[in-house]
T-cell receptor, first 117, second 112 residues
Framework: GENVEQHPSTLSVQEGDSAVIKCTYS??????FPWYKQELGKGPQLIID?????GEKKDQRIAVTLNKTAKHFSLHITETQPEDSAVYFC????????????????FGQGTILTVHP | NAGVTQTPKFQVLKTGQSMTLQCAQDMNHNSMYWYRQDPGMGLRLIYYSASEGTTDKGEVPNGYNVSRLNKREFSLRLESAAPSQTSVYFCASIHRVTEKLFFGSGTQLSVL
């Protein structure tokens, strides 16, 4: 089955700096790569996602890049703020029409991001 | 519009006890999922339901049963709880068109 590795496990930055989290996946059939943010005591919240037919996607301060050949994808957060502090998870799935398979995600181990004021 | 609602939020069981975790979504989503989250391991899929009346095993189904009661509700049952089932359990549902997964706030379960 699919295996997703995520690094680093912890990341500490100063407010205003950039943060980068990297993930690798094993199954070349995976075609959907979401990123989730989880705050303490809450469920994961989708912040951005990318599909295998796209190399990069941006949403304000957040961007995701995908390298299908190398089987890795990364989350980039620019101009970090204290409210960005949370646990971030990458994930992968082999999505197909109908939607169900997109929810069968394999998650990375998570990155604890701390943004210091 | 509450999204995905899970009950209870916290539960403590003794080894061998049984319980059912409840999940309901009000977004008219077809597919629903149960994940467990353990420290350092991310989330792992236990069971999922593509539609009302159907259920399938995920990565870690042993020790669990599920019921898709109707389109809104998907429950997870532990028949004989074991300490290895101490975890945080998340229910989720997916939008068929956007194909994005939405999670509930979780149930923290401790088995002593």
């Amino acid at each position: 089955g699919e295996n997703v590795e995520q690094h680093p496990s912890t990341l500490s930055v100063q407010e205003g700096d950039s943060a980068v989290i990297k993930c690798t996946y094993s199954d070349s059939a995976s075609n959907y790569f979401p990123w989730y943010k989880q705050e303490l005591g809450k469920g994961p919240q989708l912040i951005i996602d990318i599909r295998s037919n796209v190399g990069e996607k941006k949403d304000q301060r957040i961007a995701v890049t995908l390298n299908k050949t190398a089987k890795h994808f990364s989350l980039h957060i620019t101009e970090t703020q204290p409210e960005d502090s949370a646990v971030y998870f990458c994930a992968a799935s082999m999505g197909s029409a109908g939607g169900t398979s997109y929810g069968k995600l394999t998650f990375g181990q998570g990155t604890i991001l701390t943004v210091h004021p | 519009n509450a999204g995905v609602t899970q009950t209870p939020k916290f539960q403590v069981l003794k080894t061998g006890q049984s319980m059912t975790l409840q999940c309901a979504q009000d977004m008219n989503h077809n597919s629903m999922y149960w994940y467990r989250q353990d420290p350092g391991m991310g989330l792992r899929l236990i069971y999922y339901s593509a539609s009302e009346g159907t259920t399938d095993k995920g990565e870690v189904p042993n020790g669990y049963n599920v019921s898709r009661l109707n389109k809104r509700e998907f429950s997870l049952r532990l028949e004989s709880a074991a300490p290895s089932q101490t975890s945080v359990y998340f229910c989720a549902s997916i939008h068929r068109v956007t194909e994005k997964l939405f999670f509930g706030s979780g149930t923290q379960l401790s088995v002593l």
